[in-house]
């Protein structure tokens, strides 16, 4: 037999494509060609799967092969191919049955020595096999574990091209997937470690409750880091779809733990103030990766001294936050990541971070204007809460008969809020407050009656809002009325979220 093909998967940024790995032997000159548009990590393969099938004691054929990747207009890119050629080969060469691989996806890198080693985007691509009915998979053994989240396919492992190759002429076993590990823990950080700052816990709880974005602004030391850093331990865990979602995403970038479980828990990410755009939105030679906003998909992008970051790079957040995900483009392609994020943002009130009217502050008022200026008007104009945070006082710190309440309570108020948004919101398929267009919340049978809402007409008509504020209110007035258990927002709850927009609060 001069030809024999397998099975692989092709990525493009989360989307993932079944691809044919044909190989055929021909006389003439020996040598390797690839094509269907490798990549240069994938044109090295020829390298690689060479060195590995001959330190694997088998023989490297002695004549013209090539191979080709189907369909041949897809951009391929990295190592994920190896374990794929490699097989096809010595099918080809018509030393391996490919029976026992019929149907089956062969996913790994290949070492010089044979060592099939762990590759990036291993959960995304057993998803899309699964989804184009696929329903066995190889994997290398540092990645079983990710694949075996991927409910109906069975999944196998191997650490080696020798091993395989066993499995194919044997019927040796390959390696089953470990027990899985242990859920995450819960964070040790907890709210009531908080000092104070009542109104600062109260805008982190309606940005749980309802997923919208917030910023607070105060001086040092006053505890916006520490209430941002506890944000996780009050959002529900994630659904089933949103962890495998999430987790892909982890898998891609190449950050997912090998021995991690599936991630359970809305991620954190914290980027320094010197982050790039890249870093933010996600970049790289060839195809693009994912950077921060994808990496804290459905959970929290927390931007500490965020007047410090770059112009350039806060203003690449304004188009995620409203769609929902990010397309980067390269001239070998396009990849599209999910970035559903929670905005959480903490600025100091001026360059020497001393609290309006202190008599040490040296800033004129032009220069704290200045400096919250490098929040841009439309940046901050979709963040839907603005807290001001005073400095902590001496009573507050000494204070031991007051307890402030613990995340577990905090918590449990937001996943009551939660749930009666999604019964709300479910026939239109949101599950959150943010989530719902303006045009629904001005419309029958959500529109609120002119008395609700006079206060809130009269900031429009002044200028202190735009009409994308407005909308943003009226989600935060119903995250409000959720916390508390009503059928809808009354008056005192739309002048609420009203404040809580402004940041002129009492």
């Known amino acids: 037999m001069s030809y024999a093909k397998v099975l692989a998967v092709a990525l493009v940024g989360l989307a993932g494509h079944v691809v044919e790995i044909e190989a055929d032997l021909a006389a003439g000159l020996p040598g390797l060609t690839l094509t269907g548009l490798p990549d240069a990590a994938l044109s090295e393969a020829r390298d690689r799967v060479r060195a590995a099938l001959v330190n694997s004691g088998e023989s490297w054929p002695n004549r013209r092969i090539t191979v080709n990747l189907l ?36 996913l790994g890198e290949l070492g010089l020595d044979g060592a099939v080693r762990p590759v990036r985007g291993v959960l995304p691509s057993v998803l899309a096999a699964a989804r184009e009915g696929v329903r066995r998979v190889v994997v290398p053994a540092g990645n079983v574990r990710e694949a075996a989240l991927v409910p109906g396919v069975t999944v196998r492992a191997t650490d080696c091209l020798r091993r395989l190759v066993s499995f194919v002429r044997d019927g040796t076993a390959l390696l089953d997937p470990p027990p899985a590990p242990a859920v995450e823990g819960d964070s040790d950080l907890d709210l009531a470690d908080v000092v104070g700052q ?98 804290s998909h459905m959970g929290i992008l927390f931007l500490d001294e965020a007047p410090e970051f770059g112009a350039q790079a806060l203003e690449t957040l304004r188009q995620p936050l409203e769609d ?11 990849a599209r990541y999910p970035a559903r994020i929670q905005l959480i943002m903490a600025a100091n009130p001026c360059p020497c971070a001393r609290p309006a009217g202190d008599e040490h502050c040296e800033c004129s008022p032009t220069m704290r204007r200045r400096y919250l200026g490098r929040l841009s008007g439309p940046l901050m104009d979709r963040v839907d809460l603005q807290v001001p945070l005073m400095p902590v006082t001496a009573a507050q710190l000494i204070e031991e008969t007051v307890q402030a309440e613990p995340s577990s309570v905090v918590a449990a108020r937001v996943a009551q809020a939660r749930a009666a948004a999604a019964v709300r919101w479910s026939d239109h398929g949101w599950s959150t407050n943010a989530e719902v267009p303006g045009p629904v919340l001005r419309r029958p049978p959500w529109r609120l009656p002119a008395a609700a809402t006079a206060g809130l007409h009269r900031a429009v008509d002044a200028g202190s809002i735009s009409a994308r504020g407005f909308d943003r209110v009226l989600r935060v007035a119903w995250t409000i009325a959720d916390l508390d258990g009503r059928s809808g927002p009354d008056h005192g709850d739309v002048q609420e979220a009203l404040a809580m927009r402004i940041g002129r609060i009492g």
């Not at 991620?267 to 939105?281: C, E, G, K, R």
Request: a positive charge; glycine letters at 12%.
């Open 324 to 334: 929902g995900y990010v397309v980067l483009s390269r001239s070998n392609g396009s």
């Open 71 to 106: 369909p041949a207009a897809m951009p391929k890119h990295g190592s994920t191919f190896d374990l794929a050629v490699a097989v096809s080969i010595l099918a080809a060469a018509g030393v391996l049955p490919l029976a026992p691989l019929q149907g089956v996806v062969l």
């Open 198 to 295: 009542e109104l600062g816990r109260r805008g982190l709880e309606l940005a749980a409750a309802g997923g919208h974005h917030l910023s607070m602004i105060g001086p040092p030391g006053a505890g916006k880091t520490m209430l941002a850093q506890r944000l996780p331990s009050i959002l529900p865990p994630l659904s089933d779809a949103a962890a495998l979602e999430v987790t892909a995403v982890h898998s891609i970038a190449g950050v997912l733990p090998a021995d991690s479980p599936m991630i359970r828990r809305p991620p954190f990410q914290a980027p320094h103030h010197t982050a790039s755009v890249a870093a933010l939105v996600g970049g790289g030679s060839g195809l693009a990766r994912p950077g921060a906003i994808s990496l």
